[in-house]
């Protein structure tokens, strides 16, 4: 470690302190967003006293401010003082990224966040020690199927769904059009979830026909709740371990590959080497193509 962090890092350690407090900036921002800070601030015309908060959000005087203060010190929020008052508004960030509603909002996904996976790791050193995922311990639900876990109803389903997507409106572009893609004329996105990314690959190369394939419930909500009739993406559902996947020039396995153990990885990765129409490989090395993301 010492050849990584910085000399002075032996003087004063800010790096360390910064990682292993880190989690506090996550919960500020996680209570925020779960009281409805961000999305008060964005619809008030005004900048608005910590008791003006406290009230409309119905929690205590004393811990609003604290946490108001300490959004201010991350820069997340602004304050001014008028009369000795102090004034909080949002940034152009926390409108942006942090209230509900605007097209590139990270709400859901940080309320997931916040309600799924900090209870998770919360028992990382039990999944460690036992090497296996600990839905068991934190919610009473059986581990032994990831996805089972993740879907156990409807709504649960349709919030990993929309975080799943939160992520591409980010960075969907710069990951299509990193490599120029446009000779591939099939492309499967396996796993592809509420097809965010398939969207952008099909903007991106509208010569190309872009199919999402995911689980049945999977397919029939993204196509219910999330599809996009512009974008000339197509569904097909099935399992990727049990059922034959559609041919393609090209297959996406984006944040799929990480959620399994490695005898699974082969097993898909086999089908897809082999159902995986041949190409032409940039230098010429002839083999089939799989663009592969976690
Ligand atoms: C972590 S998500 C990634 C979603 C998407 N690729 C993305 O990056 O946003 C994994 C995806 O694999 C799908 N999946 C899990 N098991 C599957 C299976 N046996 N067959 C097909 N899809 C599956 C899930 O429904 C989910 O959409």
């Not at 406290?54 to 991350?74: N, Y």
């Amino acid at each position: 470690m010492a050849e990584h962090l910085s000399q002075s890092e032996l003087d004063y350690p800010f790096k360390l302190l910064e990682y292993f407090n880190g989690f506090r900036v996550s919960k500020m921002i996680f209570s925020a967003c779960e009281l409805g800070v961000f999305d008060l601030l964005l619809k008030s015309q005004d900048a608005l006293s910590a008791q003006h908060v406290a009230q409309e959000l119905g929690t205590s005087m004393d811990g609003m401010e604290r946490l108001l203060d300490a959004l201010v010190g991350i820069e997340i929020l602004e304050v001014e003082t008028a009369q000795g008052t102090a004034l909080y508004s949002s940034t152009d960030v926390a409108n942006l990224y942090l209230a509900k509603g605007s097209a590139k909002s990270l709400h859901d996904m940080i309320i997931y966040r916040s309600q799924t996976v900090y209870p998770l790791w919360n028992n990382l050193v039990d999944a460690i020690r036992e090497g296996r995922n600990q839905y068991e311990k934190t919610f009473g639900l059986p581990s032994g199927h990831f996805f089972q876990a993740i879907y156990r109803s409807e709504e649960e389903m349709l919030k990993f769904m929309g975080i799943m997507s939160c992520h591409w409106v980010l960075d969907g572009h710069d990951v299509v059009t990193a490599f120029d893609l446009s000779r591939f004329q099939k492309v499967v996105d396996l796993g592809g979830c509420t097809g965010a990314l398939a969207n952008e690959m099909a903007r991106a190369y509208p010569a190309s026909s872009v199919t999402v394939f995911d689980l049945p419930q999977v397919v029939e909500a993204a196509q219910k709740h999330f599809k996009q009739e512009d974008s000339g993406v197509t569904f097909q559902s099935g399992d990727f371990f049990s059922d034959e996947i559609p041919g393609a020039d090209l297959y996406v396995l984006a944040r799929v590959i990480h959620d399994w153990p490695e005898e699974k990885c082969l097993a898909l990765l086999k089908k897809v080497y082999e159902t995986c129409k041949p190409g032409e490989f940039p230098r010429n090395q002839g083999h089939p193509h799989t663009l592969a993301g976690r």
